[in-house]
């Protein structure tokens, strides 16, 4: 059946074939055909990463079981379409923990491995990949494979963070860690402006488990990026909160409502009103670990008062001793072309870069503005600032990206192509992502 795949920033809405099978000869038959074929885990990618035109998109969210489970291992070993949120509760429960969450509940397993995702602390933890044991993939051309870092080295390593693209994922087992605590103490600090969040960033780094910020990008001069840096640390506390259950977030959600709310005033109104709301809250609370795994579930608005027309996000990560002429150059830009700026926050990463992963050492900054015309060239003017400062963008957040500019940023562009095109030569998994940077 042909339907409306959109992704969720609203910009690229795609009609093809989309097949839910719920067993095994199903899914092996949707993905056994002569068009090409390409995953969809909970469709949360900003890009169109799950579908493509002319492409049978395979919806994984019925296959959302845990396979096996090896407590003494701490092996968990599932099926791609299990929500992150469904993961969070089995590991708590049985005193363990998943450490690479990205913000909502609601993406899948599976989609974290086609992005090779990063949680909110990035720099103390590491990667998805840093966490799988091993997986299954299969490709119609080539069976079942069991990769790891000891089978098919190279293509676990094309595959997490491969977009889908080498094929399907049927299981895959994840290490999980002790958990330290069920509970978190919860702080905030306010920062006059970007440079003194960095600061402030750097002193914390070490010394909590969680580290992230939001700022207004929208203020201007010595105010500019002022804004509040959060940190978590885990305690070994029962809060007394209720359990809420966690609720679920689509791409068709997200576009509702018809008109976008956020122009220049309502977005420095937004943003106002938030940092007023956080002074008003206090510095500090000790929370259920559940309240705060995801910090975007229950903030779901935020994301529906774009409207139809959907929004850009832009996450770039700027090496440490670029990151000073890096904010020049954004500021700079910033004022000069005045764009609605509804979020920016920031986090600290470490590792190096390598095929197209969204990884390496400095600072990660996000930021997102309503899509209209004006905000391709913005991006095209951000694009132009990390690849002087030697920066990468995150592909997941970006529908607009060109083959080049992923080319000129990303040095390892060719080989994680000409990887690809070995395995599957006859492409046949593809999706709007592939056509668009060209791999
Ligand atoms: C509110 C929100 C917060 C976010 N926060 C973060 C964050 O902090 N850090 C971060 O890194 N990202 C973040 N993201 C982005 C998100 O984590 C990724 O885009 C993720 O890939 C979405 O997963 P999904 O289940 O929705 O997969 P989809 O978007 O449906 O798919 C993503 C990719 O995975 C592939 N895939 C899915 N299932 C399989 C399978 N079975 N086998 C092989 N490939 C498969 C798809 O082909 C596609 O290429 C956020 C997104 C949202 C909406």
């Not at 080498?166 to 919860?186: A, D, E, M």
């Not at 500090?284 to 008062?305: Q, S």
């Not at 197209?356 to 991006?379: H, K, M, Q, W």
């Not at 083959?403 to 562009?413: K, L, Q, S």
Request: charge should be neutral.
């Amino acid at each position: 059946m042909q339907i409306n795949l959109p992704s969720l920033d609203g910009t690229e809405n795609i009609t093809a074939v989309c097949m839910r099978p719920d067993r095994y000869t199903r899914l092996y038959e949707a993905l056994t055909c002569d068009t090409p074929v390409i995953a969809r885990g909970g469709g949360l990618s900003y890009c169109n990463a799950g579908a493509g035109r002319g492409c049978r998109t395979v919806v994984s969210t019925c296959f959302d079981r845990i396979l096996a489970f090896d407590a003494e291992k701490r092996l968990l070993t599932v099926e791609p379409g299990m929500r992150l949120g469904d993961l969070f509760e089995f590991a708590v429960r049985h005193g363990l923990y998943f450490p690479v969450l990205p913000g909502h509940p609601s993406i899948t397993v599976g989609g974290c491995a086609g992005f090779n995702v990063h949680g909110k602390t990035q720099h103390n933890v590491g990667h998805f990949i840093d966490y799988v044991e091993r997986f299954t993939l299969f490709h119609p051309d080539h069976g079942e494979i069991t990769c790891s870092r000891t089978d098919h080295e190279s293509l676990f390593r094309l595959t997490i963070g491969g977009f889908g693209l080498t094929g399907y994922i049927t299981n895959i087992t994840l290490r999980l860690i002790p958990l330290k605590g069920r509970s978190v103490l919860f702080q905030k600090r306010f920062v006059a402006n970007l440079k003194e969040a960095v600061e402030v960033m750097k002193q914390l780094s070490e010394k909590v488990d969680v580290l992230y910020s939001w700022n207004n990008l929208n203020k201007t001069g010595d105010a500019f990026g002022e804004g509040i840096v959060f940190s978590e640390q885990f305690i070994d506390e029962e809060t007394s909160a209720r359990d809420k259950p966690f609720h679920l977030f689509t791409p068709d959600m997200r576009s509702v409502l018809r008109f976008n709310f956020y122009y220049r005033p309502s977005a420095h109104m937004e943003c106002a009103v938030y940092y007023n709301m956080e002074r008003l809250t206090g510095v500090e609370k000790r929370c259920a670990l559940k309240a705060t795994a995801f910090p975007i579930h229950g903030k779901e608005i935020y994301y529906l008062l774009f409207g139809k027309q959907g929004l850009r996000e832009y996450q770039m990560l700027i090496p440490h001793d670029e990151w000073a002429g890096a904010l020049d150059d954004l500021r700079a830009l910033m004022n000069r072309m005045k764009m609605p700026l509804t979020l920016g926050s920031m986090k600290f990463f470490t590792g190096a870069q390598d095929l197209l992963n969204y990884r390496g050492d400095g600072i990660c900054l996000v930021l997102d503005v309503p899509a209209n015309r004006n905000s391709v060239e913005y991006f095209n003017k951000l694009d132009e600032i990390v690849i002087a400062h030697k920066g990468v963008v995150n592909l997941s957040k970006d529908s607009r990206l060109t083959a080049g500019t992923v080319a000129t940023m990303f040095p390892e562009y060719e080989r994680f192509k000409n990887e690809l095109n070995e395995f599957d030569p006859k492409k046949r998994f593809n999706s709007a992502l592939r056509m668009r940077i060209d791999v």
